[in-house]
Structure formats: structure tokens, C-alpha cells
């Protein structure tokens, strides 16, 4: 996969307001797309990441790594 350099990475977090994991480039202000569960958003982001030479970051909720990124 791509380096971790600033457009070449999809992030995926969860959102405060509505409890919903959005996918996002990272640097970029909107969401790519929304989901329900955190496993739907890591199946469609897997894809696109494998096309598309990128990493994918996905931002703990709970536990002891909450608030940070872990790469996938």
C-alpha cells in the first residue's frame, strides 16, 4: 500500500453527533460515505484502498487505544 502522506490515506472514525462511521481522505473536510457499523465501513474502505494504492486508518472508539488511529 501507498505511504501515509497526506492524501493517500482513507480514515475512518466514528462521528460524535450521530454515533455513525464515516470514511474520509485524509485532509479533506467531508465525509466519503456513511455507515451504520464500523465493519461496513472497513469492507468498503478495504476495496477502495486496494485499487487505489492508499492506507486506511481507522480511529479507536473505546478501549485503551481510544482517540488514536491504528492502520488496517
Do not use: C
Request: hydrophobic share 35%.
Amino acid at each position: 500500500m501507498a505511504t501515509e502522506g497526506k492524501g493517500n490515506t482513507y480514515l475512518i472514525s466514528k462521528r460524535a453527533e450521530d454515533g455513525k462511521w464515516q470514511v474520509k481522505i485524509r485532509g479533506g473536510v467531508k465525509a466519503i460515505k456513511l455507515f451504520d457499523t464500523k465493519k461496513e465501513a472497513l469492507e468498503y474502505t478495504k476495496g477502495m484502498a486496494i485499487n487505489q494504492e492508499r492506507a486506511v486508518l481507522v480511529h479507536a472508539s473505546k478501549g485503551p487505544n481510544k482517540g488514536k488511529f491504528r492502520k488496517s
